[in-house]
């Protein structure tokens, strides 16, 4: 049995792929629209940037005073162990 197609049954259902078009694209332009209201921009990187290199300034100083203290701690440590090896324990 042969379906009858006429031209209003295909003006119809380009219509409908057409809703179905405008839909999609609504649904994509809300969540483009979504998507630039919650991304960083070039001032908040810039921002966050600013903010790590301030406390790159704080523990630089605080890494080097580490370092000194190890190597002292090593110092102190070799040189005790040659002064245990000298005294009768």
């Keep these: ?4 197609v006429t031209l209003e049954l ?3 259902q380009i219509e409908q792929g057409f809703a179905a078009v405008a839909d999609d694209i ?3 332009k809300e969540d483009i629209t979504d998507i630039k209201s ?7 990187i ?8 301030k406390i790159r300034e704080q523990l630089e100083p ?3 005073a580490y370092d ?3 190597v002292t701690i090593l ?8 002064i245990e090896k000298r005294l009768p324990v």
Excluded: V
């Design 1 to 4: 049995m042969k379906k009858n």
């Design 10 to 12: 295909i003006s119809k």
């Design 26 to 28: 609504s649904a994509i």
């Design 38 to 44: 919650t991304m960083a921009t070039k001032s908040d």
């Design 46 to 53: 810039a921002h966050l940037e600013k903010g790590q290199e």
């Design 62 to 64: 605080l890494s080097r």
């Design 68 to 70: 000194k203290d190890s």
């Design 75 to 82: 110092d102190h440590s070799r040189r005790i162990s040659r």
